[in-house]
């Protein structure tokens, strides 16, 4: 499907999704697919449309890529996260859940939550650390955090690229104590194909 762009066809959205099945790995085309759908106002669903009915050579990985598309992720390596975790075998956790006050206003915003067990899991960039305001603000609301019974459990870059095995025992080990269902008895291997970590 082409799209015309000052003057050029170039492929759509959509379309430049499934070419790039035969490009990308699983989880470096779902953080594409997720970005899409934050920027270029495509629903996860009508993604999923497309991918089902192309017959493109890289339709197969886009539709697998699809499957774990969602709405209002704010990073790639919230993305990336959220795959460790799921290709893992753990429940997928919930994206970008506001929690409200009584009268609806918005109080805290978690990256990754499980909500039944209490448990956050964020991704903590460096622009975290850089900027001193910001590192004060980050404190005070994992205080406020802990005052209402949640737990949170942080996770840098070297927990993804360097550590991904930490990452997941971490994730699952609070996921078993919270008692929070259907949390295997071991974490699956299939993430490694896909996080293979330095160590």
Do not use: K
């Not at 206003?105 to 499980?114: A, E, T």
């Amino acid at each position: 499907m082409l799209v015309e762009v000052s003057g050029i066809r170039v492929s759509s959205y959509r379309q430049m999704f499934v070419e790039l099945g035969t490009l990308l790995n699983l989880v470096d085309l779902v953080v594409v697919g997720d970005n899409l759908v934050r920027h270029a106002r495509i629903t996860p669903a009508a993604l999923r449309e497309f991918c089902a009915a192309s017959a493109h050579p890289g339709a197969r990985r886009a539709r697998q890529a699809a499957s774990y598309v969602r709405d209002e992720v704010d990073s790639a390596m919230e993305t990336r996260l959220r795959m460790l975790l799921v290709l893992a075998g753990l429940p997928e956790p919930e994206v970008n859940r506001t929690l409200r006050a009584d009268d609806g206003q918005p109080i805290r915003r978690y990256d990754l939550s499980y909500p039944a067990a209490r448990v956050i899991v964020e991704y903590d960039g460096r622009q975290h650390i850089e900027r001193v305001e910001q590192w004060e603000t980050d404190l005070a609301r994992r205080e406020a955090i802990d005052d209402d019974g949640w737990r949170i459990l942080v996770v840098t870059s070297a927990g993804i690229y360097r550590r991904p095995e930490e990452t997941v025992l971490r994730v699952w080990r609070l996921l078993r104590r919270r008692r929070l269902p259907h949390v295997p008895a071991s974490p699956s291997d299939a993430w490694r194909a896909h996080f293979p970590g330095h160590g």
